[in-house]
Every structure is written in structure tokens, then in C-alpha cells.
């Protein structure tokens, strides 16, 4: 059973930042990849970032390359997304999810995981 709690969305206009932050325990947080995804009304669920915790490696998608960052505290267990310059397309529900034993350039494009490895979400709004 993962512990995945997601808070920190809201709305912003155009430009503006966020911080998301996803809660883990120390099960779903340890040596793991965790990711942020993101879903626009509409639109299939996209892998946005991924965190490996075991060092920190981050891997971004193109969508959000230079403007998101992931981070992690590995005392609190938690990993948080920077979001800045947003846009309205960033516009959408964001997951926090535990995204399997180990990340890598490729693993931006593996099937997302399964039921059950999933936080509530947080919703994020972004005004033109």
C-alpha cells in the first residue's frame, strides 16, 4: 500500500508559479521513482517529471522542460514540482504516483503504473 498525498494547487494567471507537494512515507518514498503526471479535461493522463529518490536524478518531459522543477526531502519524504511561467495549457489535475523501482531517460514513455499507486491528485488553474 503506497502513501501518496498530494496539496499545493490553486489557481494562478499566466506566468505565475506554483509548488505542488507530494507526501510519501518512508515505504513509498525509499529507493524509488516517483513521478509527477498531470490530466487536462478531456486529455489522456501524461507523465510531466520523474524523480529517482535514491540520489535525486530528475528526468523532465519536453512539455515542461525549463520551467518545472522536482525536488525531494528525504528527512520529510516528500517530493515537491516547481511550477513556473505557467501557461493555461499546464491547466489540469496533477498525481503524484510511485512510478516504479527505477527511472531513466526511457522510462518518461513506460505505461503509467497500475491502480493503487496513485495520489488524489491536486487541481491546477491557469487563466490566460
Known amino acids: 500500500q503506497v502513501q501518496l498525498d498530494e496539496s499545493g494547487g490553486g489557481s494562478v494567471q499566466a506566468g505565475g508559479s506554483l509548488r505542488l507537494t507530494c507526501t510519501t512515507d518512508?515505504?513509498?518514498?525509499?529507493?524509488?521513482?516517483l513521478g509527477w503526471f498531470r490530466q487536462a479535461t478531456g486529455k489522456e493522463r501524461e507523465r510531466v517529471v520523474q524523480?529517482?529518490?535514491?540520489?535525486?536524478?530528475?528526468f523532465y518531459s519536453d512539455s515542461v522542460k525549463g520551467r518545472f522543477t522536482i525536488s525531494q526531502d528525504s528527512a520529510m519524504k516528500r517530493v515537491y514540482l516547481q511550477m513556473n511561467d505557467l501557461k493555461p495549457e499546464d491547466s489540469a489535475m496533477y498525481y503524484c504516483?510511485?512510478?516504479?523501482?527505477?527511472?531513466?531517460?526511457?522510462?518518461?514513455?513506460?505505461?503509467?503504473?497500475?491502480?493503487?499507486?496513485w495520489g488524489q491528485g491536486t487541481q491546477v488553474n491557469v487563466s490566460s
Open positions: 504516483a510511485a512510478d516504479g523501482l527505477w527511472c531513466s531517460s526511457t522510462s518518461l514513455l513506460r505505461d503509467l503504473p497500475r491502480a493503487g499507486r
Open positions: 518512508r515505504v513509498t518514498f525509499g529507493a524509488n521513482c
Open positions: 524523480i529517482y529518490t535514491a540520489g535525486g536524478k530528475t
